[in-house]
């Protein structure tokens, strides 16, 4: 019974190396995963709120008189 717990130690550490290796390489792409998802939730909020404030939003209208200037076009011809 302690050989068998000696092998598995000793291969435990055999393969320690390339098992830290794996847990650096996951917590990174679980980082990077997690801060795209951030910014994409936080993103889609900001562009609702900001659809929502332009939709109230009263829309103002301009009239233009161009009487005066199609009677000039008019002497010309």
Known sequence: ???????QYKK????RKKQLQQEKR?????SIVGSVAAVA???????SVYARVEA???VSY?????????DYLSTLN
């Open 1 to 7: 019974m302690s050989q068998q717990k000696v092998d």
């Open 12 to 15: 435990e550490k055999y393969n």
């Open 26 to 30: 996951e917590r990174i792409i679980y």
């Open 41 to 47: 939730l936080v993103t889609w909020i900001g562009f």
């Open 56 to 58: 109230n939003r009263p």
């Open 62 to 70: 301009t009239e233009v008189n161009v009487s005066a200037v199609s």
